[in-house]
């Protein structure tokens, strides 16, 4: 079974600094997908970037960015010019390629940005 | 284009009455999963449906339930309500159930308390 590692309960940064949050995983598959989820307050889960595995360059969306190091199953988010919007719980995830299509979620990380 | 729409938003419930919970997908999605999120166990899920068919199950008792109606809606009951079951229940739907990646949109999810 696959198992995600979000060993940070709690960040802070100020506005408009750079973050980064951190993620480990175990699976035995080779071919799958990686999410970072955020919730904010609304408690509506909004993805914010996914990567392949089979994809060796880093995926990038606007100021959020991943770092995937697939051999150390690592899976770090970098939020770069932290905004006050970007407040919220974060949720590093899992989504096998084939199977079953499940999400396996870490246990979030809450974010604070400090003004 | 209406996102995924879940009632209620909030429900309270005695231990051992039984409970039904709506989620209505995006327009043309076929899949709708189903997650229960708690402080304690985070984001478990609990199954998925495609075409009116159960696909996959979570690690759930049997009082847990669901199912899809051929427009795609679908419900989950929970009978016999104890206090733990009192969650955020998370609905997620996606285009398709295939191997390919489609995003999964989520609900903003019914909030129930077990009293």
């Known amino acids: 079974a696959q198992t995600v590692t979000q060993s940070q309960p709690e960040m802070s940064v100020q506005e408009a600094e750079t973050v980064t949050l951190s993620c480990t995983y175990d699976t035995s598959e080779s071919d799958y997908y990686l999410f970072w989820y955020k919730q904010p307050p609304s408690r509506q889960m909004i993805l914010v970037i996914r990567?392949?595995?089979?994809?060796?360059q880093n995926a990038t969306e606007n100021r959020f960015s991943v770092n995937f190091q697939k051999a150390a199953k690592s899976f770090s988010l970098k939020i770069s010019d932290s905004q006050l919007g970007d407040a919220a719980m974060y949720f590093c995830a899992y989504r096998s390629y084939q199977g079953a299509q499940k999400l396996v979620f870490g246990q979030g990380t809450r974010l604070t940005i400090n003004p | 284009k209406a996102g995924v729409t879940q009632t209620p938003r909030y429900l309270i419930k005695t231990r051992g009455q039984q409970v039904t919970l709506s989620c209505s997908p995006i327009?043309?999605?076929?899949?709708v999963s189903w997650y229960q999120q708690t402080p304690g166990q985070g984001l478990q899920f609990l199954f998925e449906y495609f075409s009116e068919t159960q696909r996959n199950k979570g690690n759930f008792p049997g009082r847990f339930s669901g199912r899809q109606f051929s427009n795609s809606r679908s419900e989950m009951n929970v009978s016999t309500l104890e206090l733990g079951d009192s969650a955020l229940y998370l609905c997620?739907?996606?285009?398709?159930?295939?191997?390919?990646?489609?995003?999964?949109?989520f609900g903003q999810g019914t909030r129930l308390t077990v009293v």
């Open positions: 997620a739907s996606r285009l398709t159930q295939t191997g390919l990646f489609t995003e999964a949109f």
């Open positions: 990567q392949e595995a089979y994809k060796q």
């Open positions: 327009s043309g999605h076929r899949s």
